[in-house]
């Protein structure tokens, strides 16, 4: 899946107004997917900051390779197959997505337009495809 320029433009538009090394966006993810998916906490033994700033970086990282597709796809799944391994289950994406979502409308405000919303589920929907694809590879059906 190639994500057209308008899309990347937007994606790009909204990473860039939050401010570069604040990972307290990223806390709050973090904070509102344990709110939304209780489960997974316990899958999270390193201390929360620490791993803001892991989705901070990884989230930078896919800003910065939206014109290269394959290669995005590819680390993703990659992503997916190491998550597998830590107790990531199929079922925990579509709250990590929406926490994604709250993450922006809740640091970036009226400035997170419903353009950028868009972008951001189109963009998340290629995540977690290519991530599961990931998991899924390198996990065998019981």
């Known amino acids: 899946m ?4 308008i899309t990347i433009r937007q994606l790009r538009d909204s990473a860039a107004l939050i401010p570069t090394g604040d990972h307290g966006p990223a806390e709050e993810f973090y904070r509102r997917l344990f709110e939304l998916a209780p489960e997974v906490q316990p899958l999270f033994n390193r201390e929360i900051g620490f791993q803001a700033k892991k989705f901070s970086e ?3 990282w896919v800003i910065a390779h ?18 597998g391994g830590y107790g990531v289950e199929i079922n925990h994406y579509a709250p990590v997505g929406s926490a994604l979502i709250w993450m922006f409308q809740q640091t970036l405000g009226d400035r997170f337009t419903p353009e950028m919303e868009e972008a951001w589920l189109e963009a998340y929907a290629f995540i977690s495809f290519e991530m599961e694809r990931g998991f899924r590879e390198k996990t065998p059906e019981a």
């Open 2 to 5: 190639n994500l057209d320029s």
């Open 66 to 83: 939206l014109e290269q597709p394959h290669e995005l796809a590819a680390e993703l799944r990659k992503l997916g197959a190491r998550h």
């Open 58 to 60: 990884m989230l930078a």
